[in-house]
């Protein structure tokens, strides 16, 4: 048995065959091998602040056009104001709601024809989360409806939004020697994989994000489209911002470097590496400087629990753990 290996063979009918050397490969740091955030147009819902906002800033600020969806109205609007009404427009849209989500996705269509900039991807930012025991200490289990809150919004949302917008972003032209069309950049959270004591719907519903990465990653493969997940820790929001020292210093216990909160524009900067970066694809990223979430118990556990997580709104990044 000839014992060349089959890639030799192979390489060797290809070095013979004039018309394959004259095709060269896609090659990283080829001239339009990376994917371009300027002249496309990005839906980011959860977008009028926290994690959201950051990355509407960073998306106009590499040239882009972003298409904020929000459930508030004076937020969204000051941040159009703030980037320039030719390239961030706002719609309000609950993500729990189809028909909500349907209208803004429309509006972004038109929007798309109007500017001339295709779609180059989704980031559904917007997320929630109710804390709760499932059986709480009066042998009572979690309610349903708080169940349905949670998933509606962090999954079923996340879901909706993405499925209403593939069908435009799958017919986006395609670029570079890939033929990328573009990018969805879901949001899981650390509570995927280290939940706490009263987060069982919380981490589920990012849990399940986070599974769902890779076959929708498959599923998408044949339009050029890449699917990745980031999974962020602890990060400033307007919830961390009224936490007590000694919650802050009892959750920089479970930090390593560096021991403290995330900052907003540190997850924006990843999801710009994300949309550039053709290699990443089918991956749940943790941002986490090394956070791992210990086991808390007892009085620890509803402190930190219920302080952290007490949802002072519906669509913004007001969790500390996204």
């Not at 994690?51 to 609007?77: C, E, F, P, Q, S």
């Not at 989360?129 to 009066?138: A, Q, S, T, V, W």
Request: proline share 6%; glycine share 10%; net charge positive.
């Amino acid at each position: 048995m000839d014992p060349t290996p089959v890639y030799s063979v192979v390489n060797r009918r290809r070095l013979s065959n004039s018309d394959d050397t004259a095709k060269p490969h896609s090659t990283f740091g080829m001239s339009g091998g990376v994917m371009k955030i300027a002249g496309r147009t990005f839906v980011v819902s959860g977008g009028a602040s926290g994690l959201g906002r950051a990355t509407a800033r960073d998306i106009v600020k590499a040239g882009g056009n972003v298409a904020i969806l929000d459930m508030n109205a004076d937020l969204g609007d000051a941040l159009v104001t703030e980037l320039g009404a030719s390239s961030a427009k706002f719609w309000s849209c609950d993500v729990a709601d189809t028909d909500s989500i349907a209208a803004a996705v429309q509006g972004a269509v038109s929007w798309v024809a109007a500017t001339g900039k295709p779609f180059g991807g989704i980031i559904p930012a917007a997320g929630v989360g109710r804390p709760g025991l499932i059986l709480d200490r009066h042998n009572n289990p979690l309610s349903l409806s708080s169940i349905d809150f949670v998933m509606n919004i962090n999954l079923r949302g996340t879901l909706d939004l993405i499925r209403q917008v593939l069908p435009h972003l799958a017919t986006s032209p395609p670029s570079g020697p890939d033929n990328e069309r573009g990018v969805i950049i879901m949001v899981a959270s650390a509570a995927a994989f280290e939940g706490q004591m009263g987060q069982v719907v919380y981490a589920a519903s990012k849990g399940a994000v986070a599974s769902m990465t890779l076959p929708m990653a498959r599923d998408l493969s044949r339009f050029g489209i890449r699917v990745v997940t980031i999974a962020p820790s602890m990060f400033d929001s307007a919830m961390t911002a009224v936490m007590s020292d000694k919650v802050k210093v009892g959750l920089k216990k479970a930090m390593e470097f560096p021991p403290r909160a995330g900052k907003p524009e540190e997850f924006s900067s990843l999801v710009t590496q994300v949309i550039e970066n053709i290699m990443l694809n089918g991956v749940v990223i943790r941002l986490d400087g090394a956070t791992r979430m210990p086991t808390l118990r007892g009085r620890q556990a509803r402190v930190l629990t219920y302080a952290q997580l007490f949802p002072k709104a519906r669509h913004f990044s007001t969790l500390p753990f996204p």
